[in-house]
């Protein structure tokens, strides 16, 4: 009788070249080279999402000679070199650490409506004297990304501290792909998603009170 080999450690992993996954079979090596590096991809995103709040909680803005803090962050995180280019990566994160610096935006801030809807912001400020919200997302990948989400979170901005969304101007900014878009929406649009976030909240909670 086999007596299997103990892999306990292994449960809940994936390998890179896994059976499942089995396309692996028909990549040349110019292929698979780009695939082991582009596994890397979520966690070069979470590991520069905390360099960017590090830096904006301790207020220190970044230059372009700072490219060496890129390459250790992502070194002690065991990410390999060739799989991240810190120049890119840095043209896009001194911009929006910089920005968020400038406006007083505090970072890594938990927006909550209910168990069912709530997230976390990038950057966000509130500006009391000028009623002004401004709500900043940095985005590593290179599909462009939505304002649905920067719409969500001001959402639920309004929703979680009882503000007007009439009576704020709201200033929403994504950096990504070396670009810094903006978006000025009108107050409606904002109320729009608020009063989706209440009733799909409540058709969430239905459901679990009918299971």
Known sequence: MIIWNNHEKLKGTH????????????????????????QYAAEIGTCIHQLASDCIKSRMKLHSRDKHLIEYFLYKNFIPYDAFDADDILENLIPFVNDSIGFRMSSEVILYYNDFCFGTTDAISVDEKNNILRISDYKNGKTQASFNQPMIYAALFFLEYKQDPYKYTT???????HETLKLIPEPGEIKEIMDLIVTKSNLVKSIIERS
């Open 15 to 38: 390998a890179f070249l896994s059976a499942s996954g089995y396309h692996w079979l028909n990549w040349d090596n110019e292929t698979l080279i780009k695939r082991f590096y582009s």
């Open 171 to 177: 200033e929403l900014r994504i950096y990504q792909n």
